[in-house]
């Protein structure tokens, strides 16, 4: 079945520091992949998606390529804030409509 | 546009009683979807439904049960409630089709004691 195995953290960086989180899958076919964010409290929110091979999602400074011949799609940011601090999960949707996801990794930015 | 809702926000039941969670999805969009978030086992898909039929379902035992209505609210039950059903649950709405991306709700928080 489909699966989806990202770093779980967690991970903590001080202001202004680069960031990479990453996601690798296993699915059959061509899945849409996505990175989605939980702040405290809160619901998920969706940071960025692509639906095809060599398709760059991004949103609010956050990239992510979709690498079908290694099977990855590793978040990155280079000037994390503060306010950036959360849970990011990565996920993917297959053949089948779902979506499966990583267990989420959370970040902590100092100032 | 209004985003997803889910109501209660918040519910405390005792276990054996069962419950009823509620969604309300985005204008237009036909499909929702069901998931169980905790801290062990992280977000597991329940189930989707699809212009009111069920299309999708996870790995739960036949407690957890929902159904759409023709106005694609969504609604999902859980019987004989365990320790264990303790959870924040989240629900999904999108198109249904195409590469669509789900729009989450805030989600309703169950303490089961």
């Known amino acids: 079945g489909d699966s989806v195995t990202q770093m779980e953290g967690p991970v903590t960086l001080s202001e202004e520091a680069f960031l ?7 699915a059959t076919g061509y899945p849409s992949l996505f990175w989605y964010v939980q702040y405290p409290g809160e619901g998920l929110q969706l940071l960025l998606k692509a639906t095809k091979a060599d398709d760059k999602g991004s ?3 956050f ?5 079908k011949e290694t099977t990855s799609f590793h978040l990155e940011k280079g000037s994390v804030q503060v306010s950036d601090s959360a849970v990011y999960f990565c996920a993917l949707r297959g053949s089948n409509y779902k979506l499966t ?5 959370l970040l902590t930015v100092n100032p | 546009k209004a985003g997803v809702t889910q109501t209660p926000r918040y519910l405390i039941k ?26 062990g086992q992280g977000l597991q898909f329940l189930f989707e439904y699809f212009s009111e039929t069920q299309r999708n379902k996870g790995n ?3 407690r957890f049960s929902g159904r ?12 004989t409630l365990e320790l264990g059903d303790s959870a924040l649950y989240l629900c999904a709405s999108s198109t ?3 590469p669509y991306e789900q729009y989450f709700g805030p989600g309703t928080r169950l303490t089961v004691t």
């Not at chain 2, 759409?68 to 019987?79: A, H, L, T, Y």
């Open chain 2, 68 to 79: 759409q209505f023709s106005n694609s609210r969504s609604e999902m039950n859980v019987s």
């Open chain 1, 59 to 61: 949103n609010k400074g």
């Open chain 2, 60 to 62: 739960f035992p036949g």
């Open chain 1, 63 to 67: 990239e992510a390529t979709y690498r």
């Open chain 2, 96 to 98: 249904g089709q195409g």
């Open chain 1, 20 to 26: 990479t989180i990453n996601c690798t899958y296993t």
């Open chain 2, 14 to 39: 005792t276990r054996g009683q069962q419950v009823t969670l509620s969604c309300s999805p985005i204008s237009g969009h036909r499909s929702v979807s069901w998931y169980q978030q905790t801290p």
């Open chain 1, 101 to 105: 996801f990583g267990k989420g990794t």
